[in-house]
């Protein structure tokens, strides 16, 4: 397969596309033609080097983390896809034509949703419920520091809105 391939850390010019060899789904994976990836702010620090202490690159090797695209092979124990199946996750090695995606956190394509949208949804959605979550109680919940005639926390409204149910649209409703 064809993919961005880097050999050392540094600049965008270590980014070379090159062949790698194809990745093969294992026990619990899925195999996926890429349709789309998306380029995130981790993909530039573990290229320069800026993660190698807890997300070294192993080179030569690849980086990105979102991805979209078609089932084309399912390791053993793989239950609910299918090949010809539409499917985004937050994955590994997404800057290739081929990636191998555990199934646990592959999710099937939404009816509406192309693939090219879809690769973009991954790491943003996991990144904004996290600080929902992280910093804060979403608003209407009993612990959430919030008194009477204050506005909602409007962070994780923003964030949280429309990634991860009804804890975003209310908050979102009463920052309005």
């Not at 965008?12 to 990836?37: C, I, S």
């Not at 793989?78 to 999710?107: K, R």
């Not at 910093?135 to 005639?149: A, L």
Request: net charge neutral.
């Amino acid at each position: 397969m064809k993919a961005i391939v880097v050999h050392q850390y540094g600049g965008p010019e270590v980014l070379k596309y090159e062949d790698y060899p194809d990745p093969v789904a294992g026990q619990g994976e899925v195999l996926v033609r890429v349709a789309a990836t998306s380029v995130n702010p981790i993909d530039y620090k573990r290229r320069a080097g800026l993660t190698k202490d807890f997300y070294p690159i192993k080179f030569p090797g690849l980086i990105g983390v979102d991805v979209a695209g078609t089932v084309i092979n399912t390791g053993p124990g793989v239950e609910g896809f299918s090949i010809g199946d539409g499917v985004f996750a937050m994955a590994d090695n997404t800057y290739a034509e081929l990636c191998v995606v555990n199934a646990e956190v592959l999710a099937k394509t939404p009816k509406g949703l192309d693939l090219i949208q879809a690769a973009a949804l991954p790491l943003v959605t996991t990144t904004g419920n996290q600080s929902s979550f992280s910093y804060g109680h979403p608003c209407g919940s009993d612990d959430c520091g919030r008194r009477r005639g204050r506005k909602c926390w409007a962070f994780g409204s923003i964030h949280c809105e429309g990634t991860r149910g009804e804890s975003g649209r209310r908050c979102s409703k009463e920052a309005d």
